[in-house]
């Protein structure tokens, strides 16, 4: 196991969870799934935790009941190479879910997603700030986010 993994608390959907970011990313994998014994928190046999892999990276979901719930305050941030993977991705990820502004997509799970491709960080960091500040503002009206339009806007500036 990584030093460091996140925990994902769920109320009673750890496992359907866990099979639904498996079925949306090509390199993901099941782990393992513990269930709580008699005199645990909840009935017997049910699914108290479920660990799996997404492009090498461990999380775990957890089963802990109606207490807390996902705040956009914590998202995963997934770097993607092409359009493509962006589209693919928010497609999947918003099914059922929310978009949000600026290429954050809330599952409907309530998780929040920055879909992100690598082409908006090299042109956020571009030397010629009017080239990064008309980046930034093209990206301010998106919500899933469109590479050409921000390559557009980059060119204009």
């Known amino acids: ?12 959907q750890a496992e359907e969870a866990m099979n639904f970011y498996i079925s949306v990313f ?12 008699e005199g645990g928190p909840a009935p017997q046999g049910s699914v108290m935790s479920a660990s799996f892999q997404i492009e090498g990276q461990e999380l775990i ?59 908006l960080g090299e042109m956020l960091q571009d030397k010629n700030k009017a080239k990064s500040k008309a980046t930034m503002q093209a990206m301010m009206k998106m919500h899933k986010i469109d590479v050409k339009r921000l390559e557009q806007a980059f060119e204009e500036a």
């Not at 090509?26 to 014994?37: L, T």
């Not at 802990?64 to 995963?76: M, N």
């Open 1 to 12: 196991m990584q030093k460091i993994t996140p925990f994902l608390w769920f109320n009673d």
């Open 26 to 37: 090509r390199n993901a994998k099941a782990g393992e799934i513990r269930r709580y014994a």
């Open 61 to 119: 979901a957890f089963n802990g009941g109606p207490h807390f719930s996902f705040t956009p305050a914590i998202s995963l941030f997934v770097d993607c190479k092409t359009q493509e993977e962006v589209d693919e991705l928010w497609s999947k990820l918003s099914e059922g879910g929310q978009p949000q502004q600026c290429g954050w997509v809330t599952d409907r799970f309530g998780l929040s997603w920055q879909i992100i491709p690598s082409a």
